[in-house]
């Protein structure tokens, strides 16, 4: 996807961000994150062969429940690097802040490889 779309030379993260519906996710207004759920990884993690971003499982769309419409799979990350229900993927200069990087900077580093 990333050599598809071409991003600029300056690009050096991927932020990710997802849906925030007050309608169908009743904790979006906790106030333990900042809402959207945004997460990010240098471009050349996002590139890394194991990076996925995921549609669907078993042959079939993904299901709401597991991140539909679209889940990002970093399998050599913590969890939470794995977000789920993205609606927006953006290239940017910066490193993007993220959602738990926010809430607990001293616990939950960008990185944040196992």
Not at 18 to 44: F, H, Q
Not at 52 to 65: D, R, S, T
Request: net charge positive; proline share 7%; glycine share 8%.
């Amino acid at each position: 996807l990333i050599k598809r779309v071409e991003p600029q030379g300056s690009a050096k993260y991927v932020e990710f961000v997802t849906l925030a519906d007050k309608a169908i996710m009743p904790y979006v207004g906790s106030r333990v994150l900042d809402w959207p759920y945004v997460e990010g990884l240098r471009l050349d993690e996002a590139m890394h062969p194991l990076t996925l971003l995921a549609f669907g499982m078993y042959g079939e769309v993904l299901p709401n429940q597991n991140g539909a419409p679209v889940r990002l799979v970093v399998p050599w990350k913590y969890g939470f690097k794995s977000a789920k229900s993205i609606v927006k993927i953006r290239f940017v200069e910066k490193e993007p802040g993220t959602a738990w990087n926010k809430a607990a900077k001293q616990e939950y580093g960008f990185y944040s490889n196992v």
